[in-house]
């Protein structure tokens, strides 16, 4: 095995040139995160003994509190296993990413770490069981763009209700305006505000993504009024919709969050993307309104894992006892 030498960057300006070809472990979300309040972006780059880099991963702390009730911890995320020189290195590098990302997160107040949206299900099984993190199955979701238009893969009632929505007035489009991109995220705060896993970045993630030439804000309006918006970033030839709400009673005619989503698709395939995923899309409960809902839009369900660890042992034994396979 090379020698390879392990990094962990914090400040932008400690990046090297790294690839851009994955945007969830990029030098531009890099300096996006910087830039969001109660974030810490963490860059592992491994490099050989000649300075050449043959990896990168980003890894996120959020930090979360709250008053009512009184809390405070951070978050570990990260989103797929990094970006590789090599194809071939993965089996070897990947351990040392994951080793680092676990301690640089120490006395973090890192309650737990996760790692989801990996290349396939099995990816690192053993690296990670190695520190004691746990599977929990997970859905994943997602449309193809290619050979068929989306309207191809709408069923007859679906495309209906977009046109009835559609003549109700109801319009969705691209923003990058402050108001309505922090009225986007007020109504997205309420959204999730009882999905205790779920955790939503400060406005500042959002007017910065709307900025980007990899990301997209949309909002759905009615008479000039935000019901709905989404949250889209462009990774390689595929589409990831990564937030999206919508206001549940804001129309007698049509949920704002099917023109929402359509949107999202729409404008997905006329990018000339491959495929569009629905990130966070749930656990595989027999009842899940939320993947039965995106399912109505022609997508395809797979199964797959999220890891988890949590810092505190008994919690994480507990855990891996209650998700053992």
Known sequence: MKDYHVDIMKRGEQLPELSERNFFHSPELFHILEKVTGCSPYMVVVSDGGGMVHAHLLAILWRRGSLLPPYLFSQGRVYGEGVYRDEAEKKDIFPMMLDAVIKAFHNKLCLFVEFSDLSFKMFGYKAFRQHAFFPVTWMHIHNSLHSLSPEERLSEQTLRTIGKGYNAGIITRETDNDDEIKAFHSMLKNYYRFKPHRYIPSVEFFLELSKSNNGCVYVTLKHERVIGGSAVVYSGNNAYLWFVASRKKSHPVVHPEVLTVWHAIRASYDSG?????????????????????????????????????????????????????
């Open 273 to 325: 993307k491959d495929h569009i995923y629905f990130m966070n899309v749930g656990l595989p409960f027999r009842t899940n309104h939320y993947r039965d809902f995106i399912l109505k839009f022609g997508g395809k369900p797979v199964s797959a894992y999220r890891w988890f660890h949590f810092t505190i042992g008994w919690i994480n034994r507990l855990l891996s006892w209650v998700y053992r396979e």
